[in-house]
């Protein structure tokens, strides 16, 4: 079980940083639906990894930065739909 744990937090952290490096040279933007999953699923994964630890500091800032890439995608959907309109 804690291999998949480890395998699962650094599969986050991989993807996290994926999403930086991609946003700070220009590659995706802040408000593109890419990296906003990249951010939840980076920080699920992570806070995952860091609740089987007892991180919880660490857990806590995941889970904020999941809900705050969820409440990005809202936004991103409404003006979506907004120009269908």
Known sequence: ???WVDIL???GALIILLGYGL???GKVEGNSLSYQ???I???IFL???TLYYGAIPSSL???IWAIIAVFAIITIAAKWRK???
Do not use: H, K, Y
Request: net charge negative.
């Open 1 to 3: 079980m804690e291999v």
């Open 9 to 11: 937090g650094w599969t």
């Open 23 to 25: 946003i700070s040279f």
């Open 37 to 39: 999953l990249m951010n």
């Open 41 to 43: 699923f980076g920080s």
């Open 47 to 49: 806070a995952a990894n």
């Open 61 to 63: 800032v995941n889970i």
């Open 83 to 85: 120009r269908e309109v």
